[in-house]
């Protein structure tokens, strides 16, 4: 089973005054044991509404999430955002909420170029998922994760733990451990709800409509066009490890005009045999791209040296196309990845 990572390979509201302290990892344990009281003591805003019972809610609030099993009650906006991995980071720029991002973490590919200024200025806590102290060392009031690794519980950063410090947390929907098929509307709902969260719902919905803009556009140019078979290639060598039916990345090769080989995979991701991809033959191969999974030029090294691989159309011909893993994931990328693939694919319907 996928573990939820890849494999190696308007003006915001004022911010409230943050508490008169900096933990340090010394102080970390006696700081997480006595949160409730530190928190409350210094009059800081949190996303559960018990915490605030007394205080009026801010315009729009409160509003209630329920997200992965954990539900959530906001009474105002979160103000102090740490991202935990990079597409919550480029979901919270793409909705203007920079100046509430008070941190973020594992930066995993180039930055969507209109986001790359706004997401430099934010401080970078850690080059992978950062500790539970270093995020407390932030002080926010709400931790926005993208895999389910941003909350792991064997490294501290628990979901329980930071509700034990008094901050809110949201997973990307994507990993909350549903069986059911992704597809672009996962997308759609996960920018309105953070837009809830954050009280910028017109934002979000405008958001939306240009995505769903971007898709309509490169829809009306595939019109009549026939669907390439493509095999994605994350990593593997005695076998390959690619992407099942469940995940959105089969979603946005329909979208672009293409078949994933392997949608009949009931995974997100999953392992299959080098005859299977043999026997598949597909015309195209997608190399996801991501950081600690060895380079697009030496994994293409690797399928171009395979003897039984050889009389593979995608091989033979040598037509490769590289995906940044992140533009696969719920958030607002998808959209852009359903276009770039599409001329890829079919490059005559967009000269």
Same mark, same amino acid.
């Given at each position: ?18 508490c008169p302290r900096r933990l340090t990892r010394v102080a970390v344990s006696l700081a997480v044991a006595l949160s409730a009281t530190l928190l409350a003591g210094c009059g800081s805003s ?100 993208g895999y389910g690794s941003a909350f792991a519980e064997n490294e501290g950063r628990s979901r329980t733990a930071f509700a034990d410090a008094g901050i809110s947390t949201y997973l990307n ?5 549903? =069986?059911?098929? /992704? @597809? ?11 837009? !809830?969260? +954050?009280? &910028? ?99 293409? =090294?690797?399928? /171009? @040296? ?11 011909? !040598?037509? +490769?196309? &590289? ?29």
């Amino acid at each position: 089973m996928y573990d939820g990572m890849p494999r190696p390979l308007p003006t915001s509201p004022a911010r409230p005054r943050p508490c008169p302290r900096r933990l340090t990892r010394v102080a970390v344990s006696l700081a997480v044991a006595l949160s409730a009281t530190l928190l409350a003591g210094c009059g800081s805003s949190q996303g559960d509404a018990g915490d605030k019972a007394s205080a009026p809610a801010a315009k729009g609030f409160p509003v209630t999430v329920d997200n992965c099993g954990t539900r959530t009650t906001h009474r105002e906006p979160p103000s102090r955002v740490v991202t935990i991995h990079q597409h919550p980071a480029e979901l919270m720029l793409a909705l203007g909420l920079k100046d509430r991002m008070v941190g973020t973490a594992y930066p995993d590919s180039a930055v969507l170029p209109q986001y790359r200024k706004d997401f430099e200025a934010v401080p970078e806590l850690a080059k992978k998922e950062p500790s539970f102290e270093t995020v407390l060392e932030a002080e926010p009031d709400f931790v926005y994760g993208g895999y389910g690794s941003a909350f792991a519980e064997n490294e501290g950063r628990s979901r329980t733990a930071f509700a034990d410090a008094g901050i809110s947390t949201y997973l990307n929907r994507e990993y909350c451990g549903s =069986k059911k098929k /992704l @597809s672009m509307e996962d997308t759609y709902a996960e920018i309105r709800t953070i837009g !809830k969260i +954050f009280g &910028v719902r017109d934002r979000a919905e405008a958001l939306v409509s240009g995505l769903e803009r971007r898709i309509d556009r490169t829809q009306r140019a595939l019109e009549g066009a026939s669907d390439v078979p493509v095999f994605v290639y994350d990593s593997g060598d005695k076998a390959a490890f690619t992407a099942g039916g469940k995940g959105l990345g089969t979603e946005i090769i329909r979208l672009a005009g293409g078949r994933n080989v392997f949608s009949d995979l009931d995974e997100v991701f999953g392992d299959v045999s080098w005859e299977q991809v043999v026997d598949r033959r597909p015309e195209v191969i997608a190399i996801y791209d991501y950081a600690g999974a060895g380079s697009v030029e030496r994994k293409k =090294k690797f399928l /171009l @040296s395979q003897p039984a691989l050889a009389d593979v159309p995608a091989v033979k011909n !040598k037509r +490769f196309v &590289v995906v940044p893993l992140t533009s696969t994931l719920v958030g607002v990328r998808p959209p852009y990845a359903v276009e770039d693939l599409a001329r890829a694919l079919h490059p005559g319907r967009f000269r």
